[in-house]
């Protein structure tokens, strides 16, 4: 959509559940679909006389983002009770941290539609605590509360208002999301609120300085409803300052149903949350060493991963993008090339256009693939030494994910072994001539064309299994005039 007369002003907030076991500050579970408040301990509840304790994992979760986003990391940080009232937080305080987050001044480069790159910066990346969730539609008339989720260790990575459109908002969201899950601190699972967003919006008079007043809408969770909800609001903000009303600042909430956003409640600023240092809970400590350690056990991130695979495998960029965009999936690529005997290219064709094809078919996510890294690995090691061709490969393929066992099995089952005795091929030619004499006369007239006609009678001659590049030299031979 486009705004001659104005220019939008963006930043993100997303809320990144870390993957640990237990919770931030406390040894209960964290784990998905329990049954609801089986596990709320007395920490999470906030009972008299607990105290929480600092989930050492969460640390190195966040210290590990801060350094793939080349942030700083700060060598002390304090957790602080933000104040405010919901049904869902038991203590009457979230557990946080306002003035001394753990990651400050960061950023992430994404690519626009043109191929530019453009820097976002990320200003914070703070730990704190979930709350637990409101269920309205399970009872009638009456809400439940399952405080499961409360305490569940949280990232909240903040952006600089950086970005100026939704397309924009959706290509940082989505390299964000694709960092956290392959750091392993993150599932990325939108659906359960793994990963989910608060959209900051605002608009001005283009060229004007100062920002306009924005509003923030709560917990999205899908990119798709993040790039419809910005749009609806640019849209909403723009129509009531032409109709000379003011924004206000307030939260809002999202409607997929509608595709509308609607006020929640006015906009609390931080001095409402009577911010003050948690006393339980002393200043974290994070060394040079303890950096130096964390550092040593980061993965290779996918920019760096993606630039290899062009430079190692001589990948065109498209490729090479969509391999690194799972790290499952460019592991799986990686060991197909390894030991498939096959060159970087050929790997790349079958994992991308049969392997993923098939999988979207079926629904199924790499790690479920019914074809493993070896079996495909197997099947272009017959193609690479000539043992199958390419087109008996797309069978056997087939065979594969229906089951059938490995390329070698399948190929002796079915008796598909390619043939490249030359006599072979030679008398299967012959006989195509002999039946086809018209054909063999235009086309030694100079009716090229029929090429391709004796090149499907031949295969055809020979169920598919004739070496393509035999048929091709020994044809052009025999039926030269």
């Known amino acids: 959509m486009s705004y001659d007369n104005w220019e939008v002003v963006i930043g993100l907030e997303v809320h990144c559940q870390l993957q640990t076991k237990t919770k931030i500050f406390s040894g209960a579970a964290t784990a998905y679909g329990a049954a ?14 607990v105290l929480p304790v600092l989930n050492h994992d969460a640390l190195q979760m966040a210290v590990k983002f801060g350094l793939a986003v080349d942030a700083t990391v700060a060598e002390r940080s304090v957790f602080a009770r933000k104040h405010y009232f919901y049904p869902d937080l038991p203590k009457g305080y979230q557990i946080s941290q306002y ?62 208002p950086d970005i100026r459109s939704s397309a924009e908002a959706v290509s940082y969201l989505k390299k964000l999301h694709q960092l956290v899950v392959y750091l392993g601190i993150c599932d990325g699972n939108m659906q359960e609120g793994s990963f989910r967003c608060d959209c900051n919006v605002s608009v001005r008079p283009r060229g004007q300085k100062e920002f306009g007043t924005r509003t923030e809408t709560k ?24 109709a000379g009303g003011k924004i206000v600042q ?26 003050f240092p948690d006393p339980d809970l002393l200043p974290v400590v994070v060394s ?11 993965p290779e991130l996918p920019e760096a991963k993606r630039n290899r695979f062009v430079e190692q495998y001589g990948l065109p960029k498209y490729d090479a993008t969509v391999l690194t965009g799972e790290a499952a999936l460019a592991d799986y690529y990686e060991a197909v090339v390894k030991t498939s005997g096959g060159d970087a ?8 256009t049969d392997l993923l094809g098939a999988l979207n078919k079926l629904g199924k996510e790499i790690g479920e693939s019914p074809v493993s890294a070896p079996m495909l690995a197997g099947l272009v090691a017959r193609i690479a030494d000539k043992t199958i061709s390419g087109k008996i490969a797309k069978d056997v393929f087939e065979a594969m994910l229906a089951g059938e066992g490995d390329a070698d099995a399948i190929i002796k089952a079915k008796g598909l072994v390619q043939i490249t005795d030359e006599s072979a ?18 086309y030694r007239s100079g009716k090229d064309k029929l090429f391709g006609f004796f090149v499907g009678q031949a295969m055809k001659a020979t169920q598919g299994k004739a070496n393509p590049d035999a048929l091709n030299r020994l044809l052009k031979k025999k039926l030269a005039p």
């Open 36 to 49: 609801p408040n089986t596990q709320a301990d007395p920490v999470t509840l906030g009972f008299p006389g």
């Open 99 to 160: 003035e001394l987050p753990i990651v400050a001044c960061g950023h992430l480069d994404i690519e626009l539609a043109d191929g530019s790159i453009k820097r976002i910066g990320i200003t914070r990346a703070h730990m704190e605590e979930d709350a637990g969730k409101s269920v309205h539609d399970a009872y009638a008339g009456q809400s439940g509360i399952d405080l499961n989720r409360a305490g569940t260790p949280l990232l909240e990575i903040v952006s600089e």
């Open 219 to 242: 917990n999205v969770n899908s990119f798709r409803y993040v790039e419809k909800a910005i749009e609806y609001e640019i849209g909403r903000q723009i129509d009531v300052i032409e």
């Open 250 to 275: 307030e939260t809002r909430l999202f409607n997929p149903d509608t595709g509308e956003t609607r006020s929640m409640r006015s906009k609390e600023n931080a001095n409402d949350y009577r911010y």
């Open 288 to 298: 040079a060493d303890d950096v130096a350690r964390i550092r040593a056990t980061m």
């Open 345 to 352: 290219k050929t790997c790349a064709n079958w994992v991308i």
């Open 425 to 442: 091929i030679i008398k299967a030619i012959e006989d195509v001539m002999a039946k086809n004499p018209g054909q063999l006369a235009e």
